[in-house]
């Protein structure tokens, strides 16, 4: 709201105060909350009519960093970045060296707008596959497999054999006991 608008309403409601009104009723007829009008009247008594002017939205955030810290960011970088290899992994060496106290998601926002680049983990040789055994076909009716459900309140376990190509499912056996025994009896 503009500054000559909020001295207007000022005027109106001392205006309903003279002629007997109390405040809360003026604020009330005006639609304007009453701790409003009241920190209005205090800027406009400690500053005037430029104490009732909005102040420029802004500021910056409230959780910046400073710049000794983007500094501190950049040297940790230089000092230890080969070494880390990672924004997570300089954020908690800052911490432990008492450089700089940020997230790691700081640690990287920084980097990337300063265009410094971690090097990251070398890339790993593939985990070979598991093979077949050569006497194993892969095909229905040559790999079975088993497993326990357990039902804990009947106190009763179910076992269960499976073919593992087709997924067909073979047989099933429920007993009070899980054993080899009621494998054997399932397969």
């Known amino acids: ?109 920084v980097l990337t707008a300063e265009g410094l680049v971690l090097p990251g983990n070398p890339p790993r040789d593939p985990a070979p596959k598991p093979t077949w055994p050569p006497w194993l076909e892969w095909a229905p009716n040559r790999i079975w497999c088993y497993d326990f459900t357990h039902f804990t309140r009947a106190k009763r376990c179910a076992v269960a054999v499976i073919d593992v190509v087709s997924k067909y499912w073979l047989a099933t056996v429920v007993s009070a006991e899980e054993s080899s025994t009621q494998v054997e009896v399932c397969f």
């Open 1 to 109: 709201m503009d500054a000559t608008v909020k001295a207007g309403l000022l005027d109106l409601v001392a205006h309903a105060e003279r002629a007997g009104w109390s405040t809360r009723t003026a604020c009330a007829l005006l639609e304007v909350d009453q701790d409003r009008v009241a920190r209005w009247r205090a800027r406009y008594v400690a500053h005037g009519r430029d104490g009732l002017a909005d102040a420029v939205p802004g500021g910056g955030a409230v959780h910046g960093i400073l710049e000794d810290e983007r500094a501190a960011i950049i040297e940790l970088h230089a000092q230890w970045g080969e070494v880390d290899r990672s924004h997570r992994k300089l954020a908690h060496r800052g911490s432990r060296e008492q450089l700089v106290h940020v997230s790691p998601a700081t640690v990287r926002r």
